[in-house]
């Protein structure tokens, strides 16, 4: 009877010690899921130039709110996905080339983002800032070409953002567009194997759609002619042995 007695003992501390442990793992549970001590203290946006910081973080807050099959929440320091944050940011935001995310011991989560830098402006039914590989990635105004070169395709087509420029073998050349800033050239218009490009002194340009020839026929004429460029009417350097101005 004693023996019996007991077993029957052990039995119930074994079940008082396996409900204190399962309450104690419940109550850790909701601790590490809910607690403060994990709860994201503080988004930082850094690195941004043509991203709206205040939008982007307010964006990053509103997925932080959410909650993961219905239960565990986003603005967990350790449950909030890089994965998934950068995949929405490259996504909604076209300014953004490239971005980093890193978390602090203090639960602060810094988001590092390398924006897209303009090569110029591409113009047809609205105009669009695109960067060195042709992607359009911001709205820009109807430009003037202070800054950078206009640029526009007759017909002209419907583009949006991630789309690229309908120029990309003379448009983001480097040497020509640089070329094109040097001599006051603010604005091309193409139209099939012709350039039409405008200049800040009034006159236009005719050339061919050949980054190479355009450069060395304009380099030729602005060696040669002597007048005052705001005189003229055109230049015309699609001839391999002529040019023509009025």
């Given at each position: 009877?004693?023996?019996?007695?007991?077993?029957?003992?052990?039995?119930?501390?074994?079940?008082?010690?396996?409900?204190?442990?399962?309450?104690g793992?419940?109550?850790?549970?909701?601790?590490?899921?809910?607690?403060?001590?994990?709860?994201?203290?503080?988004i930082?946006?850094?690195?941004?130039?043509?991203?709206?910081?205040?939008?982007?973080?307010?964006?990053?807050?509103?997925?932080?709110e959410?909650?993961?099959?219905?239960?565990?929440?986003?603005?967990?320091?350790?449950?909030?996905?890089?994965?998934?944050?950068?995949?929405?940011i490259?996504?909604?935001?076209?300014?953004?080339?490239?971005?980093?995310?890193?978390?602090?011991?203090?639960?602060?989560?810094?988001?590092?983002?390398?924006?897209?830098?303009?090569?110029?402006?591409?113009?047809?039914?609205?105009?669009?800032?695109?960067?060195?590989?042709?992607?359009?990635?911001?709205?820009?105004?109807?430009?003037?070409?202070?800054?950078?070169?206009?640029?526009?395709?007759?017909?002209?087509?419907?583009?949006?953002?991630?789309?690229?420029?309908?120029?990309?073998?003379?448009?983001?050349?480097?040497?020509?567009v640089?070329?094109?800033?040097?001599?006051?050239?603010?604005?091309?218009?193409?139209?099939?194997?012709?350039?039409?490009?405008?200049?800040?002194?009034?006159?236009?340009?005719?050339?061919?759609?050949?980054?190479?020839?355009?450069?060395?026929?304009?380099?030729?004429?602005?060696?040669?002619?002597?007048?005052?460029?705001?005189?003229?009417?055109?230049?015309?350097v699609?001839f391999?042995?002529?040019?023509?101005?009025?």
């Amino acid at each position: 009877m004693a023996l019996k007695s007991s077993n029957s003992k052990n039995k119930l501390w074994y079940k008082i010690l396996s409900i204190v442990f399962l309450i104690g793992l419940l109550f850790f549970l909701y601790w590490f899921t809910y607690g403060s001590l994990w709860k994201i203290n503080n988004i930082e946006i850094v690195g941004a130039k043509h991203t709206d910081i205040e939008i982007l973080k307010t964006d990053i807050y509103n997925i932080s709110e959410k909650k993961k099959f219905l239960i565990i929440p986003n603005n967990h320091i350790l449950f909030l996905s890089n994965k998934k944050v950068i995949a929405h940011i490259l996504e909604t935001y076209p300014s953004v080339e490239n971005v980093e995310i890193s978390k602090t011991k203090e639960r602060d989560v810094v988001i590092t983002i390398k924006d897209r830098m303009p090569m110029g402006v591409w113009c047809d039914e609205n105009c669009f800032f695109f960067d060195d590989l042709g992607i359009l990635f911001k709205k820009s105004y109807n430009y003037t070409g202070a800054v950078y070169t206009r640029w526009r395709s007759v017909p002209s087509g419907s583009l949006k953002f991630y789309d690229k420029v309908l120029c990309l073998d003379i448009c983001i050349d480097k040497t020509f567009v640089n070329f094109l800033s040097q001599n006051k050239i603010k604005e091309v218009s193409i139209d099939g194997d012709d350039l039409r490009m405008y200049t800040e002194y009034g006159f236009s340009i005719k050339a061919l759609n050949n980054a190479s020839t355009t450069m060395r026929n304009i380099a030729l004429f602005s060696k040669e002619y002597r007048g005052d460029l705001k005189t003229l009417e055109y230049v015309d350097v699609r001839f391999k042995d002529k040019i023509f101005y009025k």
